[in-house]
């Protein structure tokens, strides 16, 4: 793992457009190394490095791509999945030394006092708010989010650059990829099935977890809920302190962002900040600042008619009901207010494996439009479809219509739009692709 960065001048990346690995390139960029690199789409993560003068190869990726003088290769996991003749090329070159992104966040812990932040749900927002805090409280940290925060000159950004020792991390748990982290703390929001293209199972995944936690050193912490059924095993056998964020909660507690899931991720900050020496007052303070991240309740625009429209990244049925929620929470049904969500089913396996618990997700929607399922690194085997998600949401909320096509859904609710005045909301919700419905609807 170990690895000199000073040593490094010419990096390139592949994936480059992933969330996370972008994040890993604009450090490098801001070190002063030339770097470059490859995707097989464009997009808004694309653009906004190519702003910062890194030359990056749109299309098919391959070997080919990478310049002569490249020293490092940083790959996306995905690559081991999709493009399995380009990983066993990477892999048996000897010509620059390679990492993947998971390894690369390795190498940057490793000399870091480590704020790792993992769990199926609310990862992101926690570590924005863990980061809004330490930037409050003059502690300048270095930050690495699978979103986008707002910087000091209020630009979006993935990357925070600081100059003290501490590294503040969204751990993702896919492919046991944050078990390359070092952390001195380990936050765990929550643990539920989820990734089971990857996991056999709950215990499966729960023994990640559990390898994570013991990665902790003795004068290091582990902070989460104890009391959890799925995360009482997982801290079993602990060298660290338990820290248990529950305390810490307040159902009053008012943030910018709606929605209890949120208070929770709250908690989890708070108790962070703590555990540093910053005081629960300060840390509650700074935490009620932080005004949300990309693509979480994110606020689009409106529409001619008056429709709000806006986009969330919820694509587990736990994230999904706790959005909702949130809508709810300020846009509720007995004001006469209407939810229209336009959801993108994320990996044909996940959308299988928790089939049930998806029908019962979209409650407090009054309309559910489906896009066709995102495959991302999948292959179809026609055992799941939108249109099976359809029938079983509808046996709940008899609320649901799956399209076979954007266009198919887009000229639908262009006809819906007709007949919706006043109070009305479309969110687009998904991992995927739907936000481009979103964008669609505001550009005519």
Not at 31 to 39: A, Y
Not at 304 to 310: A, K, M, R
């Amino acid at each position: 793992m170990s690895l000199d960065l000073t040593k490094i001048n010419n990096v390139h990346f592949i994936g480059l457009g992933g969330i996370g690995i972008s994040a890993v390139a604009r450090m490098m960029k801001m070190m002063g190394k030339n770097v470059t690199g490859q995707d097989m789409q464009d997009g808004e993560i694309v653009k906004e490095l190519q702003k910062l003068d890194i030359e990056i190869n749109i299309g098919d990726q391959s070997y080919e791509n990478i310049p002569d003088d490249t020293e490092l290769v940083v790959y996306t996991i995905a690559i081991e999945t999709y493009d399995k003749e380009l990983f066993d090329k990477l892999k048996s070159q000897d010509k620059f030394i390679i990492k993947s992104y998971p390894e690369m966040l390795g190498v940057i812990s490793q000399n870091k006092y480590t704020i790792a932040v993992c769990g199926t749900h609310g990862k992101t927002t926690t570590t924005g708010m863990i980061s809004e805090i330490f930037k409050n409280a003059n502690l300048d940290p270095t930050v690495i989010v699978g979103s986008l925060l707002r910087d000091k000159d209020n630009n979006r950004t993935n990357f925070i650059m600081g100059d003290s020792d501490y590294f503040i991390v969204e751990a993702c748990e896919y492919r046991r990829s944050f078990l390359n982290i070092n952390p001195n703390i380990l936050v765990i929001t929550n643990i539920e099935e989820d990734h089971l293209d990857y996991y056999k199972d709950i215990n499966d995944i729960k023994n990640a977890f559990h390898t994570m936690v013991m990665r902790v050193p003795a004068d290091g912490f582990v902070i989460c809920k104890p009391s959890d059924i799925n995360i009482k095993d997982v801290i079993e056998g602990a060298n660290c302190k338990i820290v248990d964020y529950d305390k810490y909660f307040d159902a009053n507690l008012q943030l910018k962002i709606p929605g209890i899931h949120n208070k929770k991720d709250a908690a989890a900050a708070v108790a962070v900040a703590v555990t540093v020496d910053i005081s629960k007052d300060d840390g509650t303070k700074y935490v009620c600042n932080f005004p949300g991240t990309w693509k979480r309740f994110e606020f689009k625009g409106k529409l001619p008619n008056g429709t709000f429209v806006y986009d969330d990244y919820a694509h587990h049925p736990t994230e999904i009901k706790a959005t909702l929620e949130g809508f709810r929470e300020i846009y509720p049904k007995k004001d006469g207010w209407n939810i229209t969500v336009i959801f993108q089913p994320h990996l044909f396996s996940r959308t299988k494996l928790l089939l049930d618990d998806f029908a019962k997700s979209f409650k407090d929607a009054d309309q559910v439009m489906l896009l066709p399922i995102y495959y991302a690194r999948e292959v179809d085997d026609g055992s799941i479809s939108s249109s099976k998600l359809e029938f079983e949401i509808n046996k709940h909320t008899d609320n649901s219509e799956a399209f076979s096509s954007f266009l198919s859904l887009e000229n639908n609710i262009l006809i819906r739009l007709q007949k919706m005045n006043g109070k009305n909301i479309i969110v687009t919700m998904g991992a995927g692709e739907a936000f481009k419905v979103g964008d669609f609807l505001l550009k005519i």
